[in-house]
C-alpha cells in the first residue's frame, strides 16, 4: 500500500512537471536551442566606417574623392539589427544589410553629430554573417535561376529567424530598431 501510494504521488508530481512545461509557448527543447542560439548572436556587431573629405568639382557637383577624413568604430548590437532587417527584408545579403544601417534614422542621426558631418561622404562595409547565421539554420539557400554566375546561391531567412525573433519578443529581450555607436578609430 505504502509503495503503491509513493508511486501515486511520483506520478502526480511528474504530470504536474509536464503541465508546467507546456504552459510554454516554447518546449524546452526549443527553449534550450533558441536561447544558445541568442547567447551567441548576443554581442555588437564592429565594423570600421570611414569619412572621407568633401570636395566640389569644376561644375559645382559634391564628389568623393579617396582622401580619408577620419576613421570610426561603429558597434551595433546584432540581435536588434538581424530583427530589425528581417522584419523589412526577407533575404538576406550584406549589401543590403548595409543599405538598410545606412538608410536608419539612427545611423544619419550618429553621423550627423561627428565633426565631418556630411553622411554622403560616410562609407563602411559590414562583416559577412552567411556563414554563422546558415550554421544556426536561420537562413535557407536556394539556387539564384536567374543569375549569370551559374549555381549563385541567395539566402531567405528561416522559420527558425522567425522563430527566434518571436522568442526573443517573448522573453523581453530586445526593442524596436537598433541603435548605432559610432566612436573615433584608435589608429
Known amino acids: 500500500m505504502a509503495t ?3 508511486r501515486r504521488l511520483e ?3 511528474e504530470l504536474q512537471g509536464l503541465q508546467r512545461e507546456n504552459t510554454s509557448v516554447f518546449s524546452s527543447r526549443e527553449h534550450a536551442e533558441l536561447k544558445y542560439i541568442y547567447g551567441k548572436l548576443d554581442r555588437n556587431l564592429e565594423f570600421t566606417g570611414t569619412m572621407y573629405e568633401t570636395t566640389v568639382d569644376e561644375q559645382g557637383r559634391k564628389n568623393i574623392p579617396g582622401k580619408i577624413a577620419r576613421k570610426y568604430t561603429v558597434r551595433i548590437p546584432l540581435p536588434n539589427l538581424l530583427f ?8 538576406y545579403d550584406r549589401g543590403m544589410l548595409d543599405r538598410h544601417i545606412y538608410d536608419s534614422g539612427e545611423m544619419k542621426m550618429r553621423t550627423a553629430e ?3 558631418n556630411d553622411l554622403q561622404n560616410f562609407s563602411f562595409r559590414t562583416p559577412d554573417l552567411t556563414t554563422e ?6 537562413l535557407d539557400r536556394q539556387v539564384e535561376l536567374n ?11 528561416s522559420p527558425k529567424m522567425y522563430k527566434l525573433m518571436f522568442w526573443a519578443d517573448y522573453n523581453h529581450l530586445t526593442g524596436e530598431g537598433f541603435s548605432v555607436e559610432i566612436s573615433p578609430a584608435e589608429n
Do not use: I, M
Open 11 to 13: 506520478l502526480e508530481l
Open 114 to 116: 561627428l565633426r565631418e
Open 84 to 91: 530589425s532587417f528581417a522584419k523589412e527584408k526577407d533575404r
Open 4 to 6: 503503491e501510494r509513493a
Open 147 to 157: 543569375s549569370r554566375v551559374q549555381g549563385r546561391h541567395v539566402y531567405f531567412f
Open 133 to 138: 547565421l546558415f550554421a544556426y539554420e536561420l
